[in-house]
């Protein structure tokens, strides 16, 4: 007896090996000769975009000029923000946190301090961002940078409360350090601890401010290389902010308070505030507060100054959000945050320091969100975010990625979706404005659609490489809400999250949508433009689990299918007329619970509003006291009007249009008399010889009056009972009639009668679980000349079977006659559990399945839209016109070992190919892209391929990445025309592609992040201050910190490393012509650089050519009459 296995969870599990892909012994290969057009040079992996919000961020800067934020992570991240759509993401190598970023303001390039105690100057200017260089510090740990604005030196301060100085174009270290003991000389006993704060004069370049941890504050004279003043508070120092005119700074302290100090009093403050400290009467100290973590003092022309600060709360506000206070004159405004405040930046008008600051608007970083506050206008209202960055809102459990959609998707779903902006935002125009948008020419629709643990489901533009959400659903609206935990029902399955979705199936040409929940609910969705009132929510509630000796076998043979029960505590009537069957609810005091879902559906009326609207809710039952088993797997067909879904025991399949159950069988009745499998505690018989891969069970099916028999006189009271610690594999499934008894072999009644509820009883052969469903038009049995609708089924061990439907005709008589569905047996069977299914017609195309056109489902009943569109439905899709054909059809089928290609109706293998031997595929898609179609799959060892179809050749095969987390595993999607995405932190979607073509073209889609604009001019300084020296002195620097002034620095303290950014690194990085345009954008940018320095030499050239000129031509006149001895 052969022994299938069920999921292999560890990679490194061996599998037999078999031939990589070849055609099968029995099939002529010369009469399965289609052409294929693509080829392993039309496949190319690469990363294209990072949406959603940077995961774990740590530190953050702005460019004024330039309007770019940038972002840095914990994880050694870097992300950017120009325009909207315009973002970019690159990474350290070394993975560590970044806890400083400086821009090198209007020059297109950024420096990063990281964890590891290295700096890093990436170039902006082009579209890839790349180091261009970086330096490693050995012996001290970097604490805080500072790059003053329009200089080249780079202040470090350390650990060790030492400073040093690095050179930011040759990213060499300056012979000049301060050293902390002749920075503090006598002023404190002990080390003043690490450099918090560094930075200059706004007047006077040639002095700089040094914050130590400990309290003091040094004010150092770079020329004199001495401490001119020091400034002494008995607490911790967090931070230090100037006033622009340079005779004032203030700072921050971790008991809570501000001091502010005049430059030339260093004895005590000028001032000392607590700005949430309760003023005590008798004049004692104010009670401490938290720390206040940041300060930034800005000022305006016009009015007060603005101080900005984060923390500083009292103590007693326990349980109070984090908050932003903005002091400005005599008011005080407490902004309350969501999350932790990470950092925050005031955006001013001017980049100098030494002008008035007239900030505009506050950007504050939070550990899950970005806000951007105006201060011009009152009650400091937040800008709209433009930023796909609410991906994380609530977290992401599942993921669908279709492109290439109907076009007039995307503006339908906008349409609905812009109702729900909220308001109140600022009406300016979002400040961070830098950039370019790229040039690409892709123009085809792209859709994702993201489910998460609330219940909602969020639908994004994805097209051109951008992200936008468009339209949200709640779909726990149409639940009871728990007000308390006291209230919770004891029905729940899952402790939090119970609306939390799990699987999603959408037609984007009916635009019918279809979820399963974690609490075993299935709720189908209609898209309408209009508004309505749903009076009662249609419920549908499925028992589906099986139980030893609880089934009865009604008269004639065939299988009853149940008539779903009305529990006395649903909260909505049944909605399948006379076919509803009332039984008791027993939630009795014992605490077994019967015939009660998990959740209870709301009984007010609900108000619909244009997008997404309730059509009908199905939920499995607890039976017997046990719970029903989660979903496994979903389809939905808009042409059949059907929803199937499956477990770990069975599927159900639902008319939609009828709302009833149409089939509710257990995966083992699928098989019928041919059950390959050895199930010994479900079934008296001892053993069963395992039939052949392609059998046809056919022979055993009732007749079509057996199909045809009442169902009043059987009994309506099928159980069901799952395993409960298996996983969670879906399955679709076909329906059969409501009133017709569901046909299957007499000889199999025993399977149901030995069924057993205890899950130590059964063998592990018998949790089959259904993985994957697909509706199609085929050949259903070997005989069948004509095409027929069918269900697919396929299941964790394996198998796929058949489910035909028998389809009453369109327009009045569907919502009449019954939908009859009967399984037709086993069709073939693979290594592993099955995942995918599709279908090719004769020629080697895509089969997709049938499906209706969008129509107005509020419009009136007689309208002419609905009619017109009605007519519209497609029908089958007629096999190839070419009849001498043998094979009329082709299935696909993908496991997690294998994919196989199989002929119909002939049911011959045709084409095999072993996926993976010493792992297993994760998700695997039928795709289309420009040339042609193929299989993609993503394997658990992190590789990436394509096979061809119908040959199953290996096309691309690459190690992507490892299979890190089982976020990625949920969340991989491949989709048409060579795009695939997956959610690479808990707040990001990677999107990546396995097309040459889109490869080729990314540079031109990716957008520009630096845009070449003017400086703005310097402040002026005014006649009285040209006159009396008051106005801002400037210091010759590359004097000071220069070799030959201040020597070279000690080798071992860090040790340069040159970036691929620069043109020798780019040599070898990439290949292709994506490579070559980085190299030749590189090139470009560094001979452009060259170009200007030749510019300004030659400019200087000119300049002394033309007063050497000036001069000889004075010495000419001067010397015109004089004799040659008078010399």
Not at 13 to 27: D, E, F, Y
Request: hydrophobic share 35%; glycine share 6%.
């Amino acid at each position: 007896m052969k022994k299938f296995n069920i999921r292999k969870v560890l990679d490194g599990l061996t599998a037999v090996s078999s031939p990589s892909s070849s055609p099968q012994t029995g099939a002529k290969e010369n009469d399965f000769i289609i052409p294929e057009t693509l080829q392993s040079e039309h496949f190319q992996l690469c990363k294209t975009v990072r949406h959603g919000f940077p995961y774990q961020p740590s530190s953050m800067a702005f460019d004024p000029v330039q309007k770019i934020l940038a972002i840095g992570t914990q994880s050694g991240a870097l992300r950017l923000f120009g325009r909207p759509g315009v973002e970019c993401y690159c990474q350290h190598e070394s993975g560590a946190a970044v806890i400083q970023l400086q821009f090198l303001i209007n020059e297109g390039a950024l420096v990063s301090a990281l964890a590891d105690d290295s700096i890093h100057l990436w170039n902006l200017r082009q579209k890839r961002p790349a180091v261009l260089h970086s330096l490693k510090f050995n012996r001290e740990r970097i604490t805080f940078c500072h790059l003053p604005f329009q200089s080249k030196w780079l202040y470090v301060g350390t650990e060790r409360g030492n400073i040093h100085i690095v050179n930011v174009e040759s990213f060499t270290l300056s012979g000049y350090t301060i050293m902390w003991n002749k920075a503090i000389e006598l002023s404190s006993k002990a080390h003043p601890g690490p450099v918090v704060h560094i930075s200059d004069n706004p007047m006077d370049e040639g002095k700089l401010i040094i914050g130590f941890e400990s309290g003091i504050v040094v004010l150092w004279d770079l020329k004199s290389k001495k401490a001119d003043y020091r400034y002494t508070y008995d607490e911790a120092i967090h931070s230090v902010a100037w006033h622009h005119e340079g005779k004032q700074f203030i700072c921050s302290h971790s008991d809570g308070t501000l001091t502010i100090w005049n430059i030339k009093s260093p004895a005590k403050p000028a001032q000392t505030i607590t700005p949430h400290g309760k003023q005590p009467k008798d004049g004692k100290k104010p009670e401490p507060c938290k720390p206040i973590l940041k300060v930034e003092y800005k000022t305006t022309r016009a009015g007060d100054p603005y101080m900005i600060l984060s923390g500083g709360l009292s103590y007693d506000t326990v349980g109070r959000r984090p908050c932003l206070t903005v002091m400005h004159g005599k008011s005080t405004a407490v902004l309350e945050m969501d999350y932790p405040i990470v950092d925050f930046l005031t955006l001013c008008e001017t980049p100098y320091p030494n002008d008035f600051q007239e900030p505009y608007a506050v950007v504050v970083l939070l550990e899950k969100d970005l806000v951007v506050i105006d201060l011009a206008q009152n009650g400091y209202p937040i800008f709209e975010n433009p930023y796909p960055l609410t991906i994380h809102e609530s977290p992401v459990t599942c993921c669908e990625y279709v492109a290439d959609c109907p076009v007039d998707l995307i503006p339908a779903l906008y349409s609905v979706g812009s109702r729900q902006k909220r308001q109140g935002y600022s009406k300016k125009e979002w400040p961070i404005s830098g950039g370019n948008w790229g040039q690409g020419t892709q123009s085809y629709p792209e859709i994702i659609i993201t489910g998460h643990a609330d219940g909602s489901v969020k639908f994004w533009d994805a097209s051109a490489i951008m992200l936008q959400v468009l339209y949200k659903l709640k779909t726990a609206k149409v639940f009871e809400k728990t007000r308390s935990k006291e209230e919770k029902p004891n029905t729940e399955i899952v402790d939090e999250d119970p609306f939390a979705i799990q699987l999603m199936s959408w037609c984007p040409d009916s635009r019918m949508l279809c979820v399963a929940g974690v609490s075993a609910h299935v709720i189908i969705y209609r898209f309408s433009k209009q508004e309505i009132t749903t009076e009662v929510v249609q419920l549908l509630e499925v028992r589906l689990q099986y139980e030893l000796n609880d089934l009865e076998s009604p008269e004639g043979g065939g299988y009853q299918t149940p008539a779903p029960p009305t529990p006395s505590t649903s909260p909505s009537p049944q909605t399948s007329g006379p076919q509803t069957h009332h039984s008791t609810s027993s939630n009795s005091s014992d605490g077994i619970r019967d015939n009660v879902p998990c959740l209870k559906v709301r009984n007010s009326p609900l108000k619909q509003s244009p997008g997404y609207q309730v059509e009908l809710v199905v939920q499995l039952v607890w039976v017997s006291g046990e719970p029903p088993q989660q979903i496994s797997s979903l389809a939905i067909n808009s042409s059949y009007g059907l929803v199937v879904f499956g477990n770990t025991n069975g599927l159900a399949v639902v008319d939609y249009l009828q709302k009833t159950v149409l089939l509710n069988l257990s995966t083992v009745e699928l098989y019928g008399s041919n059950d390959p499998y050895q199930r010994q505690p479900r079934s008296p018989r001892k053993s069963r010889q395992p039939s052949g891969g392609l059998c046809d069970i056919n022979e055993g099916s009732a007749t079509s009056e057996d199909r045809c028999k009442s169902p009043t006189s059987a009994k309506m009271s099928r159980k069901l009972s799952l395993p409960t610690e298996l996983k969670p594999d879906l399955v679709l499934l076909s329906v059969c009639p409501p009133r017709a008894a569901l046909p299957l072999d007499n000889r199999d009644n025993s399977f149901s009668r030995s069924r057993s509820s205890s899950v130590t009883s059964i063998d592990k052969e018998a949790r089959e679980a259904i993985t994957s469903f697909y509706f199609c038009e085929t050949y259903t049995r070997k005989t069948d000349s004509t095409l027929t609708p069918a269900l697919w089924v396929g299941t964790s061990l394996g198998t796929v079977l058949s489910i035909s439907l028998s389809m009453p005709p369109a327009g009045e008589q569907r919502l009449l006659q019954p939908v009859i569905v009967s399984p037709s047996g086993t069709l073939v069977r693979l290594k592993g559990s099955i995942l995918r299914m599709a279908f090719l017609d004769a020629t080697g195309s895509f089969l997709p399945p049938p499906s209706e056109l969008w129509y107005e489902p509020n419009a009136p009943a007689n309208g002419e839209e609905r009619e017109r569109v009605r007519k519209r439905r497609p029908v089958s899709v007629s096999p190839s016109t070419s009849q001498e054909l043998n094979e009329h059809q082709y299935a696909v089928v993908c496991s997690e070992k294998q994919a196989k290609v199989i002929a119909l109706p002939s049911q011959t293998c045709i084409f095999k190919h072993n996926i993976t031997e010493t792992s297993f595929v994760l998700r695997t898609d039928v795709v289309q892209t420009v040339p042609g179609i193929c299989v993609a799959c993503f394997c658990a060892n992190g590789h990436i391929m394509t096979l061809s179809l119908p040959g199953l050749r290996p096309l691309l095969d690459v190690n992507y990445l490892p299979l890190t987390d089982m976020r990625i595993a949920r969340t991989f999607c491949f989709t048409n025309l060579g795009q695939a995405m997956y959610l690479t932190s808990p707040t990001e979607i990677q999107r990546i592609t396995y097309s040459q073509d889109v490869c080729e073209n990314l540079q031109e889609m990716l957008g520009e992040l630096f845009t070449p604009v003017e400086t703005p001019e310097a402040p002026n300084r005014g006649f009285f201050k040209g006159l009396f020296g008051g106005g801002a002195q400037s210091l010759d620097r590359e004097e000071l910190f220069g070799e030959t002034g201040a020597g070279k620095a000690s080798r071992s303290l860090a040790q340069h490393i040159p970036g691929p950014g620069g043109i020798e690194g780019m040599k070898g990085a990439a290949s292709g012509i994506v490579g070559d345009l980085a190299r030749a954008r590189i090139a470009l940018d560094e001979r452009g650089q060259k170009l200007s320095e030749v510019e300004e030499r030659t400019a200087a050239m000119m300049a002394s050519a033309d007063s050497f000129s000036k001069h000889a031509h004075e010495m000419m006149l001067k010397c015109k009459d004089k004799k040659w001895y008078q010399f």
